[in-house]
């Protein structure tokens, strides 16, 4: 039930670090939690638990959702679930463990009847994770495998996670004590013996190119039958020699010659982690591998008819706030790279065009491959100054009135705004939010109301610019880009129950259409 009072004193009830009036809460809890939990890394047990309880009573089943959209990894699922559609999420694992944790201890009922979920939407050695395996019932655990081992995809991917028995020798911490306590539990379940399950683990497709690289059989590698994360690593990592491992076993030509042919190359990693490895003198093996990757990532977000047509302009907060650290880097880096992967993504007129704001702020347009833009927008800005967002906007208002000639039709129709968003006061009065002041300006310059996207790159703060009285707002975040091309994707409007009038969808609306997917539309509540 609904309260005006309650809603209204809930409006403008705080402020952004640098001072702006700004909203306490969305007005929904599941938006408030959405909007940034892809961002969380390591939280205190207390606030996952606290957040995620809050959310529960709200909707069990859209909480479990939102859990199961933070471990999504995108890509076509398979094995227990298959889908040709390619399934949208965040691969976050801290956050995600941290919750289940939660649902294992409060809800066990639910979570045991959508255990088989977890392995599809992120992977199996979640199962047994150190933060899980003290807290899941074993025996259910157990099944699921002995499940999974009966179809030759899930076979061969418990092949590669299982963990392996330790000789007595090798058993040196607790950690190898509580695997080695499952892997003989698992035995005695499958009436294996150790030999057999050993036997098994050593069988694996998965362990071919290891076992190549183990005994120096690094002619016979097969390029295409090594996973993304580790292709990435064989270029990028240097050793204390000085050299990449291709370049220690003389292979640099003959996966330059393969990695050139390839249109594309896999990677399930983050954008950020390929941002990361450009470097201003790279070797032709990594730039290659780093591009094909990005346009792998690219691919992969324009299958389901996905991609971006409409007039998206990507804004992207350079501050001296975004110099905070997340996720083994900083949201500049984060921001930065989404923004190029956005504005990539971008097929209209805005495609490679954005603009970045600290004090003020500064348009610019990429050009050429993946590392090509990163070292281009690297060159041009680091995270100083303060957060000045309405310059991104009195920019648009600018052009419009020394332009009035310009067809309303070119302008922008959604801002990207990608930020911890925490903007400066949009006033010297600081009466309204950035929103607010976004919108009147926009209207008094005679341009229609634009869509927006709030895209956190760290949720550190408590605030929200917007709430979910507004139409045409999408508020979320976190590393995994891909999910956007299915929020502007099919419908975007909606009648409205009340007025019977169409409008564009809320927050509360957009929050849903992402979770609208095949594997999470599989989730069981009762």
């Not at 919750?99 to 199996?124: E, H």
């Not at 990429?366 to 991104?392: H, P, R, Y």
């Not at 009466?431 to 634009?450: C, F, H, Q, S, V």
Request: positive net charge; charged residues 20%.
């Amino acid at each position: 039930m609904s309260n005006l009072f309650l809603t209204a004193i809930q409006q403008y009830n705080t402020y952004t670090e640098n001072g702006a009036v700004s909203h306490g809460t969305t007005g929904d809890a599941l938006v408030d939690y959405f909007a940034k939990c892809a961002t969380y890394r390591n939280r205190p047990e207390v606030m996952v638990y606290a957040d995620l309880s809050r959310i529960w009573a709200e909707a069990p089943k859209i909480t479990l959702q939102i859990m199961l959209y933070l471990r999504l990894i995108t890509r076509k699922p398979k094995g227990f679930f298959a889908s040709e559609k390619v399934q949208m999420g965040q691969g976050n694992r801290s956050e995600f463990r941290t919750g289940i944790k939660w649902l294992a201890t409060y809800q066990p009922d639910v979570f045991y009847k959508n255990l088989w979920l977890l392995p599809v939407a992120g992977c199996w050695k979640d199962l047994w994770h150190k933060d899980l395996l003290q807290v899941l019932d074993t025996a259910r655990v157990y099944a699921l495998i002995e499940q999974g081992l009966a179809d030759d995809y899930n076979r061969q991917l418990l092949a590669k996670y299982l963990p392996r028995i330790r000789s007595k020798k090798h058993v040196q911490t607790e950690r190898h004590k509580d695997l080695n306590r499952f892997a003989y539990g698992l035995c005695r379940h499958l009436n294996w013996t150790p030999q057999q399950y050993r036997k098994f683990k050593a069988g694996g497709a998965a362990h071919v190119f290891q076992r190549q690289m183990c005994a120096n059989l690094w002619n016979e590698i097969n390029f295409e039958a090594i996973s993304g994360k580790a292709l990435f690593n064989l270029v990028n990592h240097v050793g204390r020699d000085g050299l990449t491992t291709l370049a220690r076993h003389k292979q640099e030509e003959r996966y330059l010659n393969w990695i050139k042919q390839q249109p594309i190359a896999k990677f399930t990693g983050y954008v950020y982690e390929l941002m990361n490895a450009v470097q201003p003198k790279m070797g032709l093996a990594q730039r290659y591998t780093l591009d094909k990757q990005f346009d792998g990532l690219l691919e992969l977000a324009r299958q389901n008819g996905g991609g971006i047509t409409e007039n998206v302009w990507c804004a992207l907060d350079t501050s001296g706030s975004m110099q905070a650290a997340v996720a083994n880097t900083t949201a500049f880096k984060i921001c930065v790279s989404l923004g190029i992967y956005f504005a990539s993504l971008n097929q209209g007129a805005f495609k490679d065009h954005v603009v970045m704001f600290d004090a003020a702020s500064k348009v610019m347009k990429l050009s050429g491959t993946f590392s090509d833009k990163a070292l281009q927008i690297m060159a041009a800005e680091t995270a100083w100054g303060n957060t000045n967002f309405q310059s991104v906007i009195d920019e648009i208002v600018r052009v419009r009135t020394q332009n009035p000639q310009i067809p309303v039709s070119d302008f922008p129709t959604t801002l990207l705004v990608i930020s911890d968003m925490q903007f400066d006061p949009a006033s010297e009065q600081n009466t309204e939010t950035n929103y607010e002041a976004l919108m009147r300006k926009l209207t008094d310059a005679g341009l229609p109301k634009i869509r927006v996207i709030w895209w956190w790159v760290t949720g550190r703060r408590q605030d929200f610019p917007s709430t979910i009285q507004e139409e045409g707002v999408s508020m979320l975040g976190g590393f995994d880009a891909a999910i956007l091309s299915l929020l502007l994707g099919g419908e975007t409007r909606i009648t409205d129950a009340q007025t019977g009038k169409t409008r564009q969808l809320n927050a509360c609306e957009n929050m849903l259409k992402a979770l609208d997917q095949e594997l999470l539309r599989q989730v069981k509540i009762n």
